[in-house]
């Protein structure tokens, strides 16, 4: 089985940034589509950004676009969302999820995702 395992949130101020990383182990990862969510508090599940194992395409909602880029390390098997100008609607639990079919036309939905990591607390204060 593959498990996905992120890291990196942590209470933030407001402008300042964070790195999340999500290691991935098991299978190779190849045609995998690899997706960032969040949740906060009473709400709905939230896409936040998505990218192809092979880096080749990316994609954001646009509340984070030009403040967070989705990248990975094939050699190390992570994936990562860099956040930049936090703000504090930002502040949610981070998931890290894996389309193992690699359908990148269903990547901003949840239930598309078969891989879930346990999830990282990010809070962004002020």
């Known amino acids: 089985q593959v498990q996905l395992v992120e890291s990196g949130g942590e209470l933030v101020q407001a402008g300042g940034s964070l790195r999340l990383s999500c290691a991935a182990s098991g299978r190779t990862f190849s045609n995998y589509v690899m997706g960032w969510f969040r949740q906060a508090p009473g709400k709905e599940r939230e896409f936040v950004a998505a990218i192809t194992w092979s880096g080749g395409s990316t994609d954001y909602t646009d509340s984070v676009k030009g403040r967070f880029t989705i990248s990975r390390d094939r050699a190390k098997n992570t994936v990562y969302l860099q956040m930049n100008s936090l703000k504090p609607e930002d502040t949610a639990v981070y998931y890290c999820?894996?389309?193992?079919?690699?359908?990148?036309?269903?990547?901003?939905?949840?239930?598309?995702?078969?891989?879930w990591g346990q999830g990282t607390q990010v809070t962004v204060s002020s």
């Open positions: 999820a894996g389309d193992r079919a690699g359908r990148w036309g269903m990547r901003m939905t949840p239930t598309n995702y078969y891989y």
